[in-house]
């Protein structure tokens, strides 16, 4: 069982009875305390080890029309402090629904985290929340361009999304690709020949 189910159903067998409730703690703080749990709780829902179909249809390799939105991929480094890359959809593909591929630089410390790990989250925007995408990671090649490319597959363990009914997220962190477009695509389309 998950934390979030754990504690869900923990705060579910909690008694409301004000007869239960220490006296020194008023029957409106332990009201405000429920209240509160449930609304965090409510704001991250757990999907299992699948991606949703939205998201799955804007990664995936058929789709060629990428958003300009940015993804981020954290990984832990050897003293266990978290790292953050900013990736772009044009470097994120999903094959299906539990199977990610994606490039990042070879001589980066994110490359020596993943290889030293095996282990990684992207956070990928959705329209009013977030999906944090856990998952196991396997190295593939180097994908041979001017600029070289790391390929990395992602076996999906465990998705959730955040996403809070009273104050959704409105708008999305972008990139202007305007200048770049072209290499991105190029990118893209190399990416998309290997996995298919």
């Given amino acids: 069982m998950y934390e979030s189910q754990r504690l869900e159903s923990s ?7 004000p007869s239960t409730v220490k006296k020194n703690v008023s029957r ?4 405000e ?6 609304i965090v709780l409510e704001m991250t829902e757990t999907l299992g080890n699948k991606i949703p179909d939205s998201c799955f249809s804007a990664l995936s390799a058929k789709n060629s029309r990428r958003a300009n939105d940015v993804i981020i991929l954290l990984t832990v480094d ?3 402090f978290p790292r953050v890359c900013l990736l772009s959809s044009f470097q994120v593909l999903a094959t299906n629904r539990s199977l ?18 095996g282990k990684a989250t992207l956070i990928i925007p959705e329209s009013t929340g977030l999906l944090y995408v856990g998952g196991e990671m396997l190295y593939l090649k180097e994908l041979p361009e001017e600029n070289s490319q790391a390929l990395y597959s992602m076996k999906i363990i465990l998705v959730s999304r955040d996403v809070s009914k ?6 999305k962190m972008t990139f202007d690709t305007s ?13 998309r020949d290997f996995t298919q």
């Fill in 78 to 80: 050897e003293t266990e």
């Fill in 166 to 171: 009273t104050a959704p997220i409105d708008s």
């Fill in 33 to 38: 305390l429920i209240r509160f749990i449930k």
């Fill in 11 to 17: 705060i579910s067998s909690v008694s409301l009875d």
């Fill in 28 to 31: 409106e703080s332990f009201y």
């Fill in 100 to 117: 990610i591929y994606f490039v990042v630089n070879p001589n980066s410390s994110t490359r020596q985290n993943l290889d030293r790990t």
């Fill in 179 to 191: 200048i770049i477009e072209p290499e991105y695509q190029k990118n893209f389309e190399q990416l």
